[in-house]
Nanobody, 119 residues
Framework: QVQLVEFGGGLVQVGGSLRLSCAAS????????MAWYRQAPGAQRELVAT??????TEYADSVKGRFTISRDNAKTVYLQMNSLKPEDTAVYYC??????????????WGQGTQVTVSS
């Protein structure tokens, strides 16, 4: 069974940094696009950053220049968050297109990790 598990959330002061990790587990034949989303209280889930299997990245305007998405050659995607602002406070979710052991590509979500930026 394929799973995505996030690590690295927590409480940080304004201007601080956090690094989120998301590891995929299970029988995985391949991983395509990986992404980070976030959802603040009372708001809709929004796309933060994406990275393709070839390493092409895209960012929401609100995080450009502050956040960096990356992935390793295995099954992990990262989100380096610098110069954090109170408005970055949200639950952050990992998302990925994964080819499972049946050769089928499906979209998967992690359980989310809380990031709180205090002023």
């Amino acid at each position: 069974q394929v799973q995505l598990v996030e690590f690295g959330g927590g409480l940080v002061q304004v201007g601080g940094s956090l690094r989120l990790s998301c590891a995929a587990s299970g029988i995985i034949l391949g991983i395509g696009r990986m992404a980070w989303y976030r959802q603040a209280p009372g708001a809709q889930r929004e796309l933060v950053a994406t990275i393709t299997s070839g390493g092409t990245t895209e960012y929401a305007d609100s995080v450009k220049g502050r956040f960096t998405i990356s992935r390793d050659n295995a099954k992990t995607v990262y989100l380096q968050m610098n110069s954090l602002k109170p408005e970055d406070t949200a639950v952050y979710y990992c998302n990925a297109n994964i080819i499972n052991n049946r050769g089928l590509m499906s979209n998967y979500w992690g359980q989310g990790t809380q990031v709180t930026v205090s002023s």
